[in-house]
């Protein structure tokens, strides 16, 4: 087999619909020589995708959860281009830049752009890189010194910075006009914004075709040294897509560093709750008597008024129930998306709720009257009571994780757990 000949990795390839029990399958096709560098190794990733590939969040995702630092092309043009030309001429707004740009191209050559991006990268070489070359902008896009035949270019990159692999988020004209014409459905749109609404969708073909063409090169270019990864997005899914993505990259190993759309379930009752039995489940299970130091623990520490003077040595602080839950969550965050707690044997039913003062929301209700709000979670974990009916009541304690309580849970307790598991989230992503 030649070192160019791409292989299929079957395992990504997925069912995993959040909208229907019908899921879309997720095609990732990795190339021969894809793999993370060394250790000791700067790993580089381009990463390539036009309009409604959903490049945007897979890349804000994989900056959360793995930490990786993103080199923008687009950013650098705003960034380096005015100290470049200030001594002939003053770029006070991006408009000033893009218009320059249009006049005269020859000012943002690639080998330029790549130097720029190699300095960023060699003076911190300790994080993963993901490069954004070719921004969604048409000012950009459309410029013949940076959009061109790169193989020169990339392999004099390569000679002090080698790129481990490219991604391509594959997406085909049909396949776009699909997600048009979703998200128009989806969407409220005022009556009469039809025009304008056709607009925008001829517009973002437009941009696609322009885009589609400018990477070619590029994508050429790692796909004959058998570096490509090609993960075809057609289906518009994005949590399946993500998922595929997530499961790719902790196949490399890549630990992961925080939670990223992640579901937990709260199992009051146990694993077997009537005639629902969470076990057989898509959900790793925490059992927070097995993982807490004390079962009997409180949920949060008090606060109490005045603290009482420490002995020498003394003994660490207590851990609390949501510290132990969130812990878990984080130690498991790179193996799977999707938990289920189980807190039978411990004092999470009997916690006392607080008063609070502050008005601040750090979850937020999702009403079963909204359409699918509920019955996606429900169906995406495969968790329909008789086939029809969710068992359970949705929150959403930050961006990142939402929370299903059973119906029975009181709601200030549900609102109790979300707050505490929210400013645990907080407090990780901020560190």
């Given at each position: 087999?030649?070192?160019?000949?791409?292989?299929?990795?079957?395992?990504?390839?997925?069912?995993?619909?959040?909208?229907?029990?019908?899921?879309?399958?997720?095609?990732?096709?990795?190339?021969?020589?894809?793999?993370?560098?060394?250790?000791?190794?700067?790993?580089?990733?381009?990463?390539?995708?036009?309009?409604?590939?959903?490049?945007?969040?897979?890349?804000?995702?994989?900056?959360?959860?793995?930490?990786?630092?993103?080199?923008?092309?687009?950013?650098?043009?705003?960034?380096?281009?005015?100290?470049?030309?200030?001594?002939?001429?003053?770029?006070?707004?991006?408009?000033?830049?893009?218009?320059?740009?249009?006049?005269?191209?020859?000012?943002?050559?690639?080998?330029?752009?790549?130097?720029?991006?190699?300095?960023?990268?060699?003076?911190?070489?300790?994080?993963?890189?993901?490069?954004?070359?070719?921004?969604?902008?048409?000012?950009?896009?459309?410029?013949?010194?940076?959009?061109?035949?790169?193989?020169?270019?990339?392999?004099?990159?390569?000679?002090?910075?080698?790129?481990?692999?490219?991604?391509?988020?594959?997406?085909?004209?049909?396949?776009?006009?699909?997600?048009?014409?979703?998200?128009?459905?989806?969407?409220?749109?005022?009556?009469?914004?039809?025009?304008?609404?056709?607009?925008?969708?001829?517009?973002?073909?437009?941009?696609?075709?322009?885009?589609?063409?400018?990477?070619?090169?590029?994508?050429?270019?790692?796909?004959?040294?058998?570096?490509?990864?090609?993960?075809?997005?057609?289906?518009?899914?994005?949590?399946?897509?993500?998922?595929?993505?997530?499961?790719?990259?902790?196949?490399?190993?890549?630990?992961?560093?925080?939670?990223?759309?992640?579901?937990?379930?709260?199992?009051?009752?146990?694993?077997?709750?009537?005639?629902?039995?969470?076990?057989?489940?898509?959900?790793?299970?925490?059992?927070?008597?097995?993982?807490?130091?004390?079962p009997h623990a409180p949920l949060v520490r008090s606060r109490v008024a005045e603290a009482p003077p420490l002995s020498y040595p003394h003994p660490p602080p207590q851990e609390t129930l949501i510290e132990?839950?969130?812990?878990?969550?984080?130690?498991?965050?790179?193996?799977?998306?999707?938990?289920?707690?189980?807190?039978?044997?411990?004092?999470?039913?009997?916690?006392?709720?607080?008063?609070?003062?502050?008005?601040?929301?750090?979850?937020?209700?999702?009403?079963?009257?909204e359409e699918g709000c509920i019955n996606k979670f429900a169906v995406k974990l495969n968790l329909l009571v008789g086939g029809l009916k969710p068992y359970f009541k949705c929150l959403s304690c930050s961006h990142d994780i939402t929370l299903l309580?059973?119906?029975?849970?009181?709601?200030?307790?549900?609102?109790?757990?979300?707050?505490?598991?929210?400013?645990?989230?907080?407090?990780?992503?901020?560190?």
């Amino acid at each position: 087999r030649s070192s160019s000949e791409p292989r299929q990795r079957p395992e990504y390839v997925r069912k995993m619909s959040v909208l229907d029990i019908n899921a879309p399958y997720i095609p990732i096709t990795v190339g021969s020589n894809v793999c993370f560098p060394p250790s000791g190794t700067t790993p580089i990733i381009f990463i390539f995708g036009g309009p409604g590939s959903g490049k945007g969040r897979i890349v804000a995702n994989l900056r959360s959860m793995f930490g990786m630092k993103l080199i923008s092309a687009e950013n650098i043009v705003l960034k380096y281009l005015p100290k470049k030309v200030q001594h002939f001429i003053t770029l006070s707004t991006a408009n000033d830049i893009a218009e320059l740009v249009k006049r005269e191209p020859s000012h943002v050559p690639l080998d330029w752009v790549l130097r720029l991006i190699q300095h960023i990268i060699m003076a911190d070489p300790h994080h993963v890189y993901i490069v954004d070359l070719i921004p969604n902008l048409k000012w950009l896009v459309r410029n013949t010194s940076l959009v061109k035949e790169c193989a020169a270019e990339l392999a004099a990159f390569e000679e002090k910075t080698p790129a481990s692999f490219a991604i391509h988020l594959s997406l085909t004209e049909d396949s776009l006009n699909k997600t048009l014409d979703y998200s128009h459905k989806v969407v409220c749109v005022p009556q009469g914004a039809t025009v304008a609404d056709e607009a925008d969708s001829t517009r973002t073909k437009r941009r696609f075709q322009l885009h589609e063409g400018a990477i070619q090169p590029f994508l050429t270019y790692f796909s004959s040294l058998g570096r490509l990864v090609t993960m075809d997005v057609s289906s518009g899914a994005s949590e399946p897509i993500w998922d595929c993505i997530h499961k790719f990259f902790i196949d490399q190993s890549l630990p992961a560093q925080v939670l990223v759309d992640s579901v937990v379930v709260f199992a009051m009752d146990g694993l077997q709750a009537g005639n629902l039995n969470l076990t057989n489940c898509d959900l790793t299970p925490i059992y927070l008597r097995d993982v807490v130091q004390d079962p009997h623990a409180p949920l949060v520490r008090s606060r109490v008024a005045e603290a009482p003077p420490l002995s020498y040595p003394h003994p660490p602080p207590q851990e609390t129930l949501i510290e132990a839950i969130y812990e878990q969550l984080h130690k498991l965050a790179g193996l799977h998306p999707y938990f289920v707690v189980d807190p039978e044997g411990t004092s999470v039913m009997s916690a006392v709720i607080p008063q609070r003062g502050d008005k601040m929301v750090v979850f937020s209700d999702v009403p079963d009257k909204e359409e699918g709000c509920i019955n996606k979670f429900a169906v995406k974990l495969n968790l329909l009571v008789g086939g029809l009916k969710p068992y359970f009541k949705c929150l959403s304690c930050s961006h990142d994780i939402t929370l299903l309580f059973p119906s029975n849970v009181p709601d200030d307790l549900c609102h109790h757990i979300a707050f505490l598991l929210a400013t645990n989230h907080s407090a990780r992503v901020i560190a």
